[in-house]
T-cell receptor
């Protein structure tokens, strides 16, 4: 257990569905991240929130919409996804004051888009 | 190409042997980190080495950093079957962003046979 939880762990959705991924950290961190991990590709940073403000949007399509209501919670809202969006979505957190330090990852949500 | 490219892509060894994985990167870094990922799970931080450090140890792990060659190596001594996982290096670029933007390589898949 890293102190970062993600729900659901597995998700199957159609291209017309709307779903949300949830991440919660219990480490007192105030920077949170979304990553996408596809087969045979390096982890891709999608979004970064620092002190609940989005500081990075790494050219992610608008069908992915992040939300950070407070420093402990991070959501990724999904709508009209494509099959190529099927991947493992990982959430991570770190200390704001030590932003270039270790990130703590959740177990991920395995997403399959049909 | 990606910052942080691991070599080899896959490594298969017997229990008790040492495993060495290499990572090369392209830009100046603040630090380099190694993470481990068990199949389909989240990443676990192993060790962080700063740009002004040359070697670091943690238990059976030894990491070296050569900034002149822009390369790092991870050595796992006396490997165990439980060390079977994917290992990733990730870099934090020097200067630039004020938050912890990790750039990952594609990883090395290590298999340790009992």
């Amino acid at each position: 257990e890293t102190g970062v939880t993600q729900t659901p762990r597995h998700l199957v959705m159609g291209m017309t569905n709307k779903k949300s991924l949830k991440c919660e950290q219990h480490l007192g961190h105030n920077a949170m991240y979304w990553y996408k991990q596809s087969a045979k590709k390096p982890l891709e940073l999608m979004f970064v929130y620092s002190l609940e403000e989005r500081v990075e949007n790494n050219s992610v399509p608008s069908r992915f919409s992040p939300e950070c209501p407070n420093s402990s919670h991070l959501f990724l809202h999904l709508h009209t996804l494509q099959p190529e969006d099927s991947a493992l979505y990982l959430c991570a957190s770190s200390h704001f004051s030590r932003l270039q330090e270790t990130q703590y990852f959740g177990p991920g949500t395995r997403l399959l888009v049909l | 190409s990606q910052q942080g490219e691991e070599d080899p892509q896959a490594l298969s060894i017997q229990e008790g042997e040492n495993a060495t994985m290499n990572c090369s990167y392209k830009t100046s870094i603040n630090n380099l980190q190694w993470y481990r990922q068990n199949s389909g799970r989240g990443l676990v931080h192993l060790i962080l080495i700063r740009s002004n450090e040359r070697e670091k140890h943690s238990g059976r792990l030894r990491v070296t950093l050569d900034t002149s060659k822009k390369s790092s190596s991870l050595l796992i001594t006396a490997s165990r079957a439980a060390d079977t996982a994917s290992y990733f290096c990730a870099t934090v670029a020097s200067g630039g962003t004020s938050y912890g933007k990790l750039t990952f390589g594609q990883g090395t898949i290590l298999t340790v046979h009992p």
